[in-house]
């Protein structure tokens, strides 16, 4: 198996589907602080006058930002990309 573009967007695309799985109420609540809460998720702007442009939770709190921008944005291309990567794997091997 050679290193290739191809095998590169294919390891790429396997890690936005990793992210796109994740569960928020199990996996984010957990990372956020979320505890048992209710429906507190521990996102910067959700309870109270926190500006969103502001780091105010840190490194860790723009990953989950990123994390949960990628589930939103990412829903509708990844069945799109997921199609055709596997359209190659099986016409190419």
């Known amino acids: 198996m050679g290193f290739t ?3 590169l967007i294919e390891a790429a695309l396997l890690c936005v589907n990793a992210i ?4 928020e109420q199990r996996f984010l609540s ?4 979320g505890g048992s809460g209710g429906n507190r998720q521990g996102y910067p702007g959700v309870g109270g006058y926190v500006d ?3 780091n105010v939770g ?10 949960r921008s990628v589930r939103t944005v ?3 291309p990844l069945i799109a990309f997921n ?7 099986i016409l190419f091997g």
């Open 5 to 7: 573009l191809y095998s």
């Open 20 to 23: 796109a799985i994740l569960n």
């Open 30 to 33: 957990r990372l956020s602080g």
């Open 52 to 54: 969103d442009y502001q």
């Open 58 to 67: 840190g490194t860790k709190q723009q990953l989950l930002n990123l994390i």
């Open 74 to 76: 990412m829903r509708v």
């Open 83 to 89: 199609i055709v990567t596997i359209i190659f794997l």
